[in-house]
């Protein structure tokens, strides 16, 4: 007698039960194992009255971090949190934390810090400096939070700002393919660095494309635009982009795809530039794309929902990897309209958080073991609890960032700010204090907690640095456009 398959048998019985219970069941019937689900506290309901009280702690924790910034390293890119001193990223600073920070400050409503950072921005920054800068963290960052400052603030210098760094940064995309080098040269325009990856050749359109929009010159959308379309004419059938590639010959160099650092943000903006600009290309080619990542990337394990490596033409599985960068997924998921595998992937989220009370950097989702033990105070899991709340109103995902923040002050606290983690498995700390944990971390965690009216979430679009940047009522007049800084 042929047996029929166990599923088949109890098939219609699962039909009439909630999601919630096939999912129990399904993890009954796979042959993987499936670590410690069910031995998870379950999560508390937060009220409305301790959500109010979490939004006040989270604005007490940015006010300790950003008056630490204050007292040891007014001035410069970024503090140490351990050593309390200052640190650069280049021989002159570019106040990243400062313009990283300010949005933040004006939504948190600190004003006093507010004003004291954007004097500090307006009257000191310069980007006439005869040095090399990367053009992708430097748009996400700068360009970006200049961006969103002006918007939010209304101060005229930050939009001149904002255009003179966009003006320097131009040059990167004058290669044969259009696909941005990865380093430029503020004052003399040079540029070097011909390996690239998706993440740094296709995000810098909202950035760039918003900069038209306020100054009325285009060639900062066509540029950037170019550049993400020049990436994804390259991606796979299957819609997927590899891990590095040549910008000046367009070839990959590395192919294998996945969602992770380097990759990214690439697949974000695809989606984004069609929210924040109604571009109808970019709609087309982020459909194309995601069905690819459903299809080669996604990969359930034990009833849980993992996104995970693979080869980029074949979508042949090559690694069980997830991680802290990762963990923007569920975001984009969510406001890309597939709520159930964002709400899905953010339960493995959680599972990869409570492994040792703070996310590693990455881990092999098979055996649930860390592969990479650093935490960066990296702000992706916390996005991706902001945005599902905003999409499902669901209570769970305040509580989970309440659990999120808990762990974070508990483990990253110092006595001048927050600091990085070495290895989460010891909790042992590192000097650093990235200037996203202004931007991102304490914003998506204040915004989770504050009641809805602190940001009107569906009048704008977060660039990748959460630098939130909305569409002006009227376009800008065209304006001539400057002249670019002569390469030498
Ligand atoms: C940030 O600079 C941005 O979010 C970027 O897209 C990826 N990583 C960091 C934060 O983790």
Not at 145 to 173: C, E, I, N, T
Not at 261 to 282: A, H, N, P
Not at 430 to 458: G, H, I, Q, R
Request: charged share 20%; net charge neutral; aromatic share 10%.
């Amino acid at each position: 007698m042929t047996r029929r398959p166990r599923f088949a048998l109890i098939q219609p019985v699962l039909k009439n039960l909630p999601v919630a219970l096939l999912m129990v069941a399904a993890q009954a019937l796979t042959l993987a194992p499936a670590p410690a689900l069910a031995a998870a506290p379950a999560l508390r309901p937060v009220s409305e009255a301790e959500s109010a009280v979490l939004a006040n702690r989270v604005k007490d924790e940015m006010r300790h971090a950003w008056q630490g910034y204050k007292q040891y390293a007014w001035g410069h890119d970024a503090l140490k949190p351990l050593s309390k001193a200052p640190h650069d990223w280049y021989a002159q600073s570019l106040m990243m934390t400062p313009v990283d920070a300010l949005d933040t400050l004006i939504l948190m409503g600190l004003k006093e810090q507010a004003d004291e950072a954007r004097e500090l921005i307006a009257t000191r920054l310069s980007f006439d400096q005869d040095m090399y800068v990367q053009n992708f963290e430097i748009s996400i960052r700068l360009l970006g939070g200049l961006l969103s400052a002006y918007q939010l603030s209304g101060d005229a210098r930050l939009l001149a700002k904002a255009q003179d760094l966009g003006q320097r940064l131009l040059p990167v995309f004058d290669s044969p393919t259009g696909l941005p080098y990865t380093h430029v040269n503020l004052r003399t325009g040079k540029v070097r660095g011909t390996i690239s990856n998706p993440a740094e050749t296709g995000t810098l359109l909202l950035e760039f494309g918003m900069l038209s929009r306020l100054t009325g010159q285009p060639v900062y959308f066509e540029k950037a635009k170019r550049a993400l379309v020049e990436t994804y004419r390259r991606a796979s059938a299957l819609g997927l982009v590899g891990s590095t590639i040549n910008v000046e010959n367009g070839q990959w160099q590395d192919p294998v795809a996945h969602i992770g650092g380097g990759i990214d943000s690439y697949y974000e903006y695809l989606y984004k530039c069609w929210r924040l600009f109604g571009d109808t290309e970019c709609k087309s080619m982020w459909e194309h794309s995601i069905a690819g990542v459903n299809q080669a990337l996604a990969d359930n394990r034990g009833g849980a929902l993992w996104y995970g490596h693979a080869d980029m033409t074949s979508g042949r599985r090559l690694k069980t990897q997830y991680g802290a960068l990762d963990a923007f997924m569920p975001a984009l998921l969510a406001m890309g309209g597939d709520l159930p595998r964002a709400r899905a992937l953010q339960e493995s989220g959680l599972r990869m958080w409570r492994l040792h009370g703070i996310e590693p950097e990455s881990l092999d989702y098979a055996s649930m073991k860390v592969t990479s033990p650093g935490y960066a105070l990296r702000p992706e899991i916390v996005e991706s609890a902001y945005y599902l709340h905003h999409y499902t109103g669901d209570w769970r995902y305040r509580a989970m960032g309440r659990e999120f923040f808990d762990g974070f002050v508990r483990h990253t606290r110092s006595e001048v700010g927050y600091a990085a983690l070495k290895d989460v498995r010891s909790k042992t700390k590192e000097d650093s204090m990235e200037s996203f944990v202004f931007a991102e971390t304490f914003k998506y965690f204040y915004l989770l907690f504050a009641p809805k009216e602190a940001l009107d979430f569906d009048a704008v679009t977060f660039n990748t640095e959460a630098h939130p940047l909305r569409l002006p009522v009227a376009p800008a007049p065209a304006a001539p456009a400057q002249a670019a800084p002569a390469a030498q």
